[in-house]
Nanobody
Framework: QVQLVESGGGLVQAGGSLSLSCAAS????????MGWYRRAPGKQRELVAT???????NYADSVKGRFTISRANANHTVYLQMNNLQPKDTAVYYC???????????????WGQGTQVTVSS
């Protein structure tokens, strides 16, 4: 059984910082990429940032220069450092494990339960 558990959301004032973390646990053989997505009220889920197993990163234009994604492959953990947060960043943030392969060789995407980030003006 594979689980993704996120932590670190909360309430912060505009200009502040928050860090999110997501740990994947279970019978994991490998994970292609890990990333963060978000869904703001009344909007569709959107990509925030992704990082491959080799460390290549991809960011949404709206967060470039403010957010930093990193990954610890040894314990299947991904982090998101968010600086200079703005009210437009308010959303539920979801962790994603892309093409996670288990020890039984099955493979699919997995999602965390989501963590709320609220930025007040």
């Amino acid at each position: 059984q594979v689980q993704l558990v996120e932590s670190g959301g909360g309430l912060v004032q505009a200009g502040g910082s928050l860090s999110l973390s997501c740990a994947a646990s279970g019978s994991i053989r490998s994970i292609n990429a890990m990333g963060w997505y978000r869904r703001a009220p009344g909007k569709q889920r959107e990509l925030v940032a992704t990082i491959t197993s080799s460390g290549s990163t991809n960011y949404a234009d709206s967060v470039k220069g403010r957010f930093t994604i990193s990954r610890a492959n040894a314990n299947h953990t991904v982090y998101l450092q968010m600086n200079n947060l703005q009210p437009k960043d308010t959303a539920v943030y979801y962790c994603n494990a892309d093409r996670l392969r288990t020890t039984s060789w099955s493979m699919r995407d997995y999602w965390g339960q989501g963590t709320q980030v609220t930025v007040s003006s």
